[in-house]
């Protein structure tokens, strides 16, 4: 290898890749591009200036079934592990989840619906709060927040898994119906919405997770909102808790939402209840079930352990103890960002329309995905959520970064992390929120392979993996878009 070096073979290798993209990029037609002003016309906004003057909770919850009634007869690709590979059967449904929040200030109410997929496009999800907005049938609406619980054994909604690297794996059909019944549900949470209170506590999950990559630095807090309806009706749940959804491994042929769907099943076991709405955390770097080396190629063993692991973290959820009373104050904003593309593998299967993520170009024929962040307060200060289009990796959550010694670049870290732009009592992440944009990893410890960066995973001078790289926009995606949720958790200040 040190006289492949010597020979400058990595660099020439390197050099014709950016040639052959530079000249893919040079005859793409201008129409594949795009701006933020073009793709933020569905974009709500929210406030613009917080306030803390709201007078009662008013919360409504629907949901919908997405999985198509032809799942072995038509052709659907699972996500988020092996492409080529349809799903043959239904374990548990897709569904999604809405929940339409008021403080009755008189300045509006927020939508926020998670929906059970490996993850979705801005661009979808901008198609489906057109739907929700033209239907003129949620007045003084502020903001639509969509979200996807990253299970990785729903149907294709990105692209990515189809017959091979180069095919669509997205099933038009599908889409379109996914499109309409997730705006459906977000319609019939506002026309289910009914006064009372919201509650707010935490527990620590014991013995569920584990981090594959080092720092070893993960949240394993369970968030909880409950909202009690005044008359005395089933109660809604919002649960956060970060953790890959892939309990049933890398083999599973079956349509699941993995271990939410057995989570929720617990709770209702315990309460009656079956307004549940699961939404993913901060689960780069990468967090997952504590079992998945076991069950990674074991479905058999899978089938077990999503229905256990689901169970275990019900139990977590029902067993919170520390409730607290949110005070009736919402506030959202929200602002678009252009986050640099470097990934060249998915800007190539971008344009040949595998992904349809929203891409700009500068002068320089650099390419950007255009995306968004948003901040969100519960109560007067009491709860502060950051919603990331992405899988963030936990320190840029927490500031626990690597050391310069301990970096696969041997630098360190020169932006604030969310923990340093707090202002509430508690504070988490919404992940996979309105975009997805693959694994957000700190610029010191972003590490690409020698020959093929983006294509091969490469391995460090101490031995490390740096898979998750080749799932990732670029070095500059973690700081962009920290520096915008910076810029914006400050202009409401």
Not at 69 to 94: K, R
Not at 383 to 410: K, R
Request: with cysteine.
């Amino acid at each position: 290898m040190g006289f492949l070096r010597f020979l400058k073979l990595p660099e020439l290798v390197r050099g014709i890749i950016s040639g052959l993209l530079s000249l893919i990029i040079l005859y793409v037609p201008a129409s594949t591009y795009t701006t933020v002003e073009e793709t933020s016309e569905y974009m709500l906004t929210g406030d613009k200036a917080f306030s803390y003057t709201g007078e009662k909770w008013t919360v409504g919850f629907s949901k919908e079934v997405l999985t198509p009634d032809d799942i072995t007869e038509g052709t659907y690709y699972i996500a988020g592990y092996n492409p080529d590979n349809p799903a043959q059967s239904v374990l548990d449904d897709m569904h999604a989840k809405a929940v339409y929040l008021d403080d009755n200030s008189g300045r509006g109410g927020v939508a926020i619906c998670a929906i059970d997929c490996v993850g979705i496009s801005r661009k979808d999800i901008n198609d489906i709060r057109k739907i929700v907005i033209e239907s003129g049938k949620i007045p003084n609406l502020k903001s639509i927040n969509i979200c996807a619980t990253h299970t990785h054994s729903a149907i294709d909604t990105q692209g990515l898994w189809g017959k091979n690297f180069l095919s669509d794996g997205k099933n038009e059909e599908f889409m379109n119906r996914l499109k309409e019944l997730t705006a459906k549900a977000i319609i019939d949470a506002y026309n289910a919405r009914k006064d009372g209170s919201l509650y707010f506590g935490t527990a620590e999950s014991e013995g569920l997770l584990t981090d594959t990559r080092t720092p070893v630095d993960y949240d394993a807090t369970i968030t909880r909102i409950r909202f009690q309806p005044a008359d005395g009706t089933d109660d809604t749940y919002i649960v956060n808790f970060a953790c890959h959804a892939e309990c049933l491994g890398a083999r599973t042929t079956v349509v699941s939402a993995d271990f939410p769907a057995y989570m929720e099943k617990e709770m209702v076991e315990q309460t009656g209840v079956a307004n549940v709405v699961f939404i993913n955390g901060a689960i780069g770097g990468l967090i997952t079930c504590e079992k998945l080396d076991d069950v990674l190629r074991n479905f058999e063993l899978g089938l077990e352990y999503v229905k256990e692991f689901g169970r275990d973290t019900g139990k977590a959820v029902m067993s919170i103890n520390n409730e607290i009373a949110l005070e009736p104050a919402l506030n959202i904003k929200t602002e678009a960002v252009e986050i640099p593309c470097n990934n060249t593998a998915l800007i190539l299967v971008r344009f040949l329309g595998v992904l349809n993520n929203d891409i700009s170009k500068d002068k320089n024929r650099n390419i950007s995905i255009i995306s968004e962040v948003s901040y969100m307060e519960l109560g007067n200060k009491q709860i502060g959520v950051y919603m990331i289009p992405g899988e963030l990796s936990p320190e840029l959550e927490s500031g626990n970064f690597l050391s310069a010694d301990e970096s696969a670049n041997g630098t360190h870290v020169d932006y604030r992390s969310l923990s340093e732009m707090s202002r509430c009592k508690h504070n988490f992440v919404l992940g996979l929120c309105n975009d997805e944009l693959g694994y957000i990893i700190p610029e010191n410890d972003f590490y690409l392979h020698e020959w093929l960066p983006y294509f091969n995973n490469a391995v460090d001078e101490s031995g490390r993996k740096h898979y998750e790289e080749t799932n990732s926009l670029g070095p500059k995606a973690a700081g962009k878009i920290l520096d915008a949720m910076d810029k914006l958790i400050s202009s409401v200040e």
